[in-house]
């Protein structure tokens, strides 16, 4: 009896560790329709990152997008379902989206890839 008491109370004083936003991804399968670094069947990381920007603000309304999509915000690309996913998962993947698989890229440029700019020119940029 003590050795559970013991451990349910390490279990409630451990810290929450922050969802990974990268792995929800894979978990997810969102690779089948977007890349960081160009459209597959929905639009890239690079282009919903110019639309939406990174700001906290912006990483919410991601968030609220991956739960219930709405189509008219990328005509002509395919249809996103919505996920079943809490909001905090929704933040996660949506900081990946917008922030940290853009710092990857920046991270791969400076060893010698091609650049954000060059893989998407100001001509798919939306306003």
Known sequence: ???THCLLSLL???PAFPLDGKELFHKYNCSSCHAPDRRVVGPSFLEIS????QS????EKVARLIIKPKPEN?????????YNISMEEAKALAKYVL?????????????NQPS???????EFQFH
């Open 1 to 3: 009896m003590r050795i």
């Open 12 to 14: 409630i004083a451990l």
């Open 50 to 53: 110019r639309r939406y920007g």
């Open 56 to 59: 906290e603000k912006a990483v």
């Open 74 to 82: 990328w005509p002509g690309m395919a249809y996103m379902p919505p």
């Open 99 to 111: 922030i940290d698989s853009i710092k990857e890229l920046e991270t791969k440029k400076e060893e």
């Open 116 to 122: 954000v700019d060059d893989i998407l020119d100001d």
